[in-house]
């Protein structure tokens, strides 16, 4: 950028205004992939938490599951699932973070129908349909979750690739910008000092050859 910079005290002032301007919005986008960087912690705590629990509960499920499965027939257990009828509304929406959309799943109404067969079945195939539905909220919050992680890894990394090019390309070249106006501004000042001290001598030395 050197050769296009014009040597003058005005660019020079200008420049740094620009450096001010510049290192104010770097301080600025690194304070918000700090905040990020926090908030991402603690969602990754949360999503932990949340994940060893739906495992738990998933573990519960599986093993009603197999104790269905001891007493009744695979055919036989399609047949009393192929009955439940259920009716799940959901609300999608989305609210903001430091600027960054992010999802909000709910479950506003869950209704299930019990007509299976219960003289045909165990107490194991309650309990299975039981765990299953209390389930289905903790997967949706679990797979909210996982979406805001992605979207959150993705910010920060949009934010760290644009706090790593102001600060390693644009102040730094600014910064040569300013250490090239400088040292031309004092190469000519020197040149003018070297000038006038020149112009001086010849002045003085006239002006002795006009007293001789």
Do not use: C, W
């Not at 973070?97 to 007509?115: A, F, I, Q, T």
């Not at 993705?154 to 730094?172: F, G, P, T």
């Not at 090239?180 to 001290?197: A, G, H, P, Q, V």
Request: charged fraction near 35%; charge should be positive.
């Amino acid at each position: 950028m050197n050769s296009v910079v014009n040597p003058t005290r005005m660019e020079l002032m200008q420049l740094r205004k620009r450096l001010q301007t510049t290192r104010r919005g770097h301080k600025l986008l690194k304070d918000k992939q700090d905040e990020f960087i926090q908030q991402f912690i603690q969602i990754i705590k949360d999503y932990r938490a949340l994940r060893i629990e739906v495992e738990s509960q998933l573990l519960d499920v599986i093993h009603y599951y197999q104790q269905t499965s001891v007493k009744m027939l695979q055919k036989d257990i399609n047949e009393q699932l192929a009955k439940q009828k259920s009716d799940v509304k959901l609300s999608i929406s989305g609210y903001k973070m430091l600027g960054l959309n992010l999802p909000k799943l709910k479950v506003l109404e869950y209704k299930v129908d019990d007509e299976y067969d219960f003289l045909r079945t165990p107490a194991a195939y309650d309990q299975l349909l039981l765990h299953s539905r209390s389930l289905l909220e903790q997967l949706l919050l679990l797979a909210e979750v996982e979406t805001k992680i992605e979207l959150m890894i993705s910010e920060i990394e949009k934010l760290k690739r644009r706090v790593n090019a102001i600060e390693n390309i644009v102040i730094k070249e600014i910064e040569e910008d300013i250490h090239f106006i400088r040292m031309k501004l004092s190469d000519l000042e020197r040149s003018n000092t070297i000038r006038m001290m020149k112009s001086k001598e010849i002045i003085l030395s006239k002006n002795q050859k006009n007293k001789d």
